[in-house]
DNA sequence: ATAATGTGTGAACGTATGGTCACTTGTTTT
DNA sequence: AAAACAAGTGACCATACGTTCACACATTAT
């Protein structure tokens, strides 16, 4: 077929990944779902392991330029309500994206299986939000939104049960909305709890 | 051997399902570890989906008897350091009980690809923990040691970032203290922003 | 035009896996 | 003592899996 073979052998390798895990997923399921015969992926990687270690290559990569570039720094909002408007948009985002979707799952299964794994898990769920969160809330202390405090700190107590609810909608997809609904009723507990009362 | 080889098999079963999961555990192995050989299994369970429901049995059991059973809710502490101690109580005992951190690795794995997996998860990773803290908060504003709010949101607030730290235990063991370092960090954070400066 | 390269195929391979079965041995029941 | 049962064994089976390879057929390079 066409020159796109390779990624989409990785496209349907994730999906499949993300469903049965790395050992649960098989060349001739795979190759199939693309039309094609087992033998036909060597064409395109040496073995099984060399699609994982692909896969990887690609979220680390995809990681870096999310989270990691400073182009993607999120602006620091102008009012409460602003970071509610943030962080909803953000959360619809993560939850609906069917490839970062998958990129969490196959995380969630693999993390102590494979060490990259482990440790792009570490950052997808726990540092990363973190991390992007932690400078906005800086940021808002500054512009006197916020009662000043540790911004790390804060940034923690704010994504961690953010990112609980999108593992939620990992796990029922079918009552995603009401995760979202729960997410948006804590950002908005959040800033009753620590903005500036003159906001 | 002796008759206990039937949980000898579901603990070693549980140990293996942690590290390679269900699909990547095999029974050559998992019996060798006990010193027999895989034909001897099928005396104890009539195939391996036998041996992982009855996992999920037992973990569905004590996770009722844990965090289901009356008497296991915990007391309302008298002060906010009670709380935290309390808390800190807690995590070191969900965090060094090996039994207790396979079961959240296997849960992790195979969330995806078991209901019952995906159901406890669910239980384990996020409405657990909440719903153990809720009627300890809504006490504690009882007795005028935290402000009147709504019990079950600070609950939330309160346990998904405990329970994140608790999963980084998990993911990195070798970095756990500071893990749970940041936990009591954190619940003193929490006491000062939603404790009464009286108490 | 010809060679080289890239892409796909079907048959075959060695191995690992879950599962079965007839058999042995030790313990319990009767 | 005899029968019944529980627990363990080794040989065997069918299947599924990752991988290899000789071959076919385009497209591209020379």
């Known amino acids: 077929m066409a020159k796109d073979t390779k990624e989409r052998i990785l496209a349907t390798a994730l999906e499949m990944f993300s469903r049965n895990g790395y050992v649960g997923t098989n060349i001739r399921e795979l190759t199939a779902a693309l039309g094609l015969v087992k033998s036909s992926m ?3 990687f040496e073995s099984k392991e060399a699609i994982w270690n692909a896969l990887l290559d690609e979220m680390i990569a995809y990681y870096g330029v999310r989270f990691g570039s400073a182009e993607n720094l999120p602006p620091v909002p102008d009012s409460l309500e602003g970071l509610v408007e943030m962080t909803m948009r953000l959360v619809n985002f993560t939850v609906h994206d069917e490839k970062i979707v998958m990129t969490r799952k196959v995380l969630a299964i693999e993390q102590f299986r494979d060490e990259r794994a482990n440790m792009l898990a570490s950052k997808h769920f ?4 973190t991390e992007m969160f932690t400078p906005v809330f800086a940021g808002m202390m500054d512009k ?4 000043r405090d540790d911004p790390g700190m804060l940034a ?3 994504t961690a049960p953010i990112s609980a609810l999108i593992h939620q909608c990992d796990r029922e997809p079918e009552h995603a909305e ?3 609904a729960r997410a948006e ?7 009753k709890v620590y903005g500036m009362q003159s906001a």
Chains 1, 2 share one sequence.
């Open 156 to 158: 923690f107590a704010y």
């Open 126 to 129: 726990l540092t990363g939000l």
């Open 178 to 180: 009401e995760a979202i």
């Open 185 to 191: 009723a804590f950002s908005r507990h959040f800033i």
């Open 144 to 147: 006197g939104l916020i009662k």
């Open 42 to 44: 060597y064409k395109h």
